[in-house]
């Protein structure tokens, strides 16, 4: 796998443990982009010379091929945006801030990343609503339990819930959580940010009413995300900003807004970003989907097995169900110091909250140390890793 990523050919020693804050890219995706540039530079949507003509039909394209990626009924239900975090605050603003009246609530969990909390927490605080929280088991698994009493007791207007944990890896079990909304008139948004590039999305299947994910942490460009919504719920929310590409008819005094998708992507998109970001689904599909998975949970188990038998380390994050995530912290040593010796080793990890603060005050700790692994990592990055956390136990010694 390594051979299709350039970054590994620049620095060969390099031990990238850090997807689940962005992934590497592949030559197509990086080719893509350049050659969109190249050879097909023009805005969208907008002239009839032919270059425009191409460059929006490889735009509309990637629409099509990301409908037919989450198996969703419409292209017109895929909306572009600049990642997961603009995804969640268009719908915090068109949805949630439209619906929500004074003593209503959304409910969230404890592991949310702050990109599917503050949003939902502002649009709270300005609506006088509630944010509730789902709690989190000791082992990082969602407390379940709860979810029912919480959906009946209040007046929930949406639930937004992340499908992988970013900072536990636990995988939640978004299709019994939707089911459960359901049954009580609730919608469901789902943050797909950690599972998009690894599990397969059946929007109609999970019968799941929003999802957002971003291009960056799936082999694709940065500033790009997708924003799936059900059609029927869409068409009911207004546009959440204003401009160009967005409109049917304007005059000083009145506009008549676009049609879906339109009507949510005011101005110029990041049209080379869409359509490298086309690239990278191709590149998914062609990844042995059951091999991969099979692989990243082989590298988990075995980073666990020989991470526990250093002394004084702690796994955070014990869930059965758990993607290519591993936090953990190293006795008195302060994860930033960790992060800082393993990096002189070219062995890049993060340290820190993870943007989940939080879900670390909830669990009493100032932050972890994340190894996160994808398709390019093997055995030896993870020999790597546990010889360089061991060197950092030496260290701390001395
Ligand atoms: C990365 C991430 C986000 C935010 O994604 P951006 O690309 O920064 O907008 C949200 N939720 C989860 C679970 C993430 O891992």
């Given at each position: ?18 997807s ?5 890219k ?21 002239s009839i010379?032919?270059l ?12 099509e091929?990301?409908r037919?990626f ?5 292209a017109?239900?895929?909306?572009f945006t ?11 603003q068109s949805?949630?801030?439209e619906?929500l ?6 409910l969230?969990s ?31 698994t ?27 890896g636990?995988?939640?079990?978004i ?7 359901h ?6 948004f789902?943050?797909?940010?950690q599972?998009?590039a ?11 009413d ?7 942490k ?19 929310m ?7 590409e967005?409109?049917?008819?304007v ?28 690239a ?18 082989a590298?988990?188990d075995?980073a666990?097995d020989e ?19 591993l ?42 140390a ?7 990592n ?21």
């Amino acid at each position: 796998m390594r051979q299709f990523f350039p970054i590994f050919e620049h620095y060969p020693d390099l031990v990238y443990l850090d997807s689940a804050a962005t992934t590497q890219k592949p030559r197509i995706v990086i080719e893509a982009e350049r050659y969109f540039y190249e050879w097909q530079n023009a805005n969208v949507h907008r002239s009839i010379y032919p270059l425009a003509a191409t460059a929006t039909a490889a735009y509309e394209d990637t629409r099509e091929k990301t409908r037919a990626f989450l198996n969703a009924r419409e292209a017109r239900e895929i909306i572009f945006t600049r990642g997961t975090t603009e995804s969640a605050n268009l719908v915090a603003q068109s949805y949630a801030g439209e619906r929500l009246e004074e003593g209503d609530a959304l409910l969230i969990s404890a592991m949310e990343h702050h990109s599917n909390l503050i949003p939902w927490q502002q649009v709270c605080l300005r609506k006088k609503a509630r944010l509730l929280v789902i709690p989190v088991n000791r082992d990082g698994t969602l407390d379940m339990s709860r979810i029912p009493e919480l959906l009946r007791k209040n007046r929930v207007k949406l639930l937004a819930i992340s499908h992988i944990s970013n900072t536990l890896g636990t995988i939640n079990p978004i299709s019994d959580i939707i089911a459960l909304a359901h049954q009580h008139g609730t919608p469901v948004f789902v943050d797909a940010a950690q599972s998009a590039a690894s599990m397969r999305l059946d929007v109609q299947a999970l019968d799941v009413d929003f999802l957002a994910f971003s291009s960056h942490k799936m082999f694709g460009p940065t500033g790009v995300g997708v924003l799936y919504g059900k059609s029927e719920l869409l068409e009911t929310m207004p546009p959440w900003q204003y401009g160009g590409e967005m409109i049917r008819d304007v005059t000083f005094e009145h506009t008549v807004f676009a049609p879906l998708p339109q009507k949510f992507e005011a101005g110029t998109p990041n049209i080379a970003g869409v359509v490298a970001f086309s690239a990278a689904l191709e590149f998914i599909a062609g990844l042995d989907r059951e091999k991969i998975t099979g692989q990243s949970r082989a590298l988990l188990d075995y980073a666990t097995d020989e991470l526990n038998r250093i002394p004084g380390l702690t796994i955070i994050g014990q869930a059965r169900e758990k993607a290519g995530i591993l936090s953990f912290t190293l006795a008195d040593a302060h994860p930033h110091d960790i992060a800082t010796i393993l990096s002189e080793q070219q062995i890049c990890i993060r340290a820190g909250h993870h943007c989940t603060q939080p879900l670390l005050d909830f669990l009493d700790l100032p932050g972890t140390a994340r190894a996160s692994f994808s398709v390019y990592n093997t055995e030896a990055d993870v020999v790597r890793l546990v010889k360089g956390v061991r060197e950092v136990l030496r260290l701390m010694g001395d």
